[in-house]
């Protein structure tokens, strides 16, 4: 079966400090991986999605990147942290014809 | 373009009863799927139950059901026998065409009162 796996599940960053959240899958290969983002009490808001090795695109412009050095490798990356990056991150699987199976998800703080 | 509408921010059903949550959405594709996701307080992102547009037939799932209206383009679900640890935010997504991004309904908060 196809797993996923993503840390740590809290963060807490001071302003202007680099940031790295990792994402790895087991049970597949060439995965189609997304990171989004979600606020307090609001939905989720697409951030990169990789459709394999070195592939990424970018929804949204922002203080972030994202990295796929592995096929089940996604990482999350910033080289300063603004106090706006704060919030739940979430890594997900895409399953074709299933759905998205999603990480347990990093809460990042930005103090 | 695809969206996906939750017109009920919160909801609250009473412990034991029954309970719809509604969710519109807008496509010109023809096969497509539907899910309704489940994020507790955990914030965990739990997948409750999909359906496949080709699929005349609601999915179920023990106490979860679906009323899939194709041609009114509306997918609510129905929680029946509500139980405390139902108490989470449900989000209605869409995926479809040749793009397996999901799109996200903005969420409803369901209250479960003891």
């Known amino acids: 079966s196809q797993t996923i796996h993503q840390w740590p599940a809290t963060l807490v960053q001071p302003v202007g400090s680099p940031l790295s959240l990792e994402c790895t899958v087991e049970?597949?290969?060439?995965?189609?991986l997304y990171w989004y983002r979600q606020a307090a009490g609001r939905g989720l808001q697409l951030l990169f999605y990789?459709?394999?090795?070195?592939?990424i695109s970018s929804e949204v412009p922002q203080n972030l990147s994202a990295s796929r050095p592995q096929d089940r490798q996604f990482i999350l990356s910033s080289k300063k942290l603004l106090l706006s990056d704060s919030g739940f991150y979430l890594c997900?699987?895409?399953?074709?014809?299933?759905?998205?199976?999603f990480g347990s998800g990093t809460r990042l703080t930005v103090v | 373009a695809q969206t996906v509408t939750q017109s009920q921010p919160e909801m609250s059903v009473q412990e034991a009863e029954t309970v719809t949550l509604s969710c519109t959405y807008d496509?010109?594709?023809?096969?497509?799927?539907l899910f309704w996701y489940k994020q507790p307080p955990s914030r965990q992102m739990i997948l409750v139950i999909r359906q496949e547009a080709y699929k005349q037939q609601n999915a179920t799932e023990n106490r979860f059901s679906v009323n899939f209206q194709k041609a009114a383009k509306s997918f609510s679900l129905k929680i029946s026998d509500s139980q405390l640890g139902d108490a989470a935010m449900y989000f209605c997504?869409?995926?479809?065409?040749?793009?397996?991004?999901?799109?996200w309904g903005a969420g409803t908060k369901l209250i479960i009162k003891p």
């Open positions: 990789s459709v394999g090795i070195g592939q």
């Open positions: 049970g597949t290969s060439n995965p189609n």
């Open positions: 997900a699987l895409e399953q074709p014809n299933y759905g998205y199976t």
């Open positions: 496509t010109s594709e023809s096969d497509y799927y």
């Open positions: 997504a869409y995926m479809g065409g040749s793009n397996y991004q999901l799109i």
